[in-house]
């Protein structure tokens, strides 16, 4: 069974960064793809990023491109999302997902992963 663990979640001022990561369970980490979604409450589970399961490619959605960085370390079985220039829409409660598909690049799709993380939560002030 997979675990995923997310940390690095916080309050921060618009303007601001955080870190997340997620910390996989298991030894077969390095062969799937990784992705981070988010939810704000009252509306549907978000895409934010995805990552090949190399870090080869990487995917984002449009609210966050070119503020949001999704890197991993298969070495340390972690996958980050380095969020900078933060606002208040960003708020939600952030989750790491692994891909069902062995060596898949990722997608924007929830149907794609089946082991999810509990989530951390971020909040941005104004």
């Known amino acids: 069974q997979v675990q995923l663990v997310e940390s690095g979640g916080g309050l921060v001022q618009a303007g601001g960064s955080l870190r997340l990561s997620c910390a996989a369970s298991?030894?077969?980490?390095?062969?799937?793809?990784m992705a981070w979604f988010r939810q704000a409450p009252g509306k549907e589970r978000e895409f934010v990023a995805a990552?090949?399961?190399?870090?080869?490619?990487?995917y984002y959605g449009d609210s966050v491109k070119g503020r949001f960085t999704i890197s991993r370390d298969n070495a340390k079985n972690t996958v980050y999302l380095q969020m900078n220039s933060l606002k208040p829409e960003d708020t939600a409660v952030y989750y790491c997902?692994?891909?069902?598909?062995?060596?898949?690049?990722?997608?924007?799709?929830?149907?794609?992963?089946?082991?999810w993380g509990q989530g951390t939560q971020v909040t941005v002030s104004s």
């Open positions: 997902a692994r891909s069902s598909r062995v060596y898949g690049s990722g997608s924007y799709s929830r149907n794609e992963y089946d082991y």
């Open positions: 298991g030894r077969t980490f390095g062969i799937y793809a």
């Open positions: 990552i090949s399961w190399s870090g080869s490619s990487t």
